[in-house]
């Protein structure tokens, strides 16, 4: 099991800035598709980004160009940046560790990401 440790949410103005980052303990890191999840109260989790190990990146429509989502394999860690944040942005943000075709898959215990207006 990878452990996944999250950092980078917190309070920031609309139009601001915010980069999250997930450290990974664990050797399946660089094989994995790494994915950012999103959850407000009430709704179900939603897919922000996903890049899987050769790099190709998807994205949420509300989010494209605005997030980029990255990774570093040698440091084990994947990134969410966040530019021009919208109110709408605001919410539980979660990291995502899965292996396509197995039933691998991992979270990170969640950040609280809140954009004011």
């Known amino acids: 099991q990878v452990q996944l440790v999250e950092s980078g949410g917190g309070l920031v103005q609309a139009g601001g800035s915010l980069r999250l980052s997930c450290a990974a303990a664990g050797s399946i890191f660089r094989i994995a598709a790494l994915a950012w999840y999103r959850q407000t109260p009430g709704k179900q989790r939603e897919l922000v980004a996903r890049?899987?190990?050769?790099?190709?990146?998807n994205y949420l429509d509300s989010v494209k160009g605005r997030f980029t989502i990255s990774r570093d394999n040698a440091k084990n860690t994947m990134y969410l940046q966040m530019n021009s944040l919208k109110p709408e942005d605001t919410a539980v943000y979660y990291c995502?560790?899965?292996?396509?075709?197995?039933?691998?898959?991992?979270w990170g215990q969640g950040t609280q990401v809140t954009v004011s207006s």
């Open positions: 890049i899987n190990s050769g790099g190709i990146t």
């Open positions: 995502n560790v899965n292996l396509p075709g197995t039933r691998y898959d991992d």
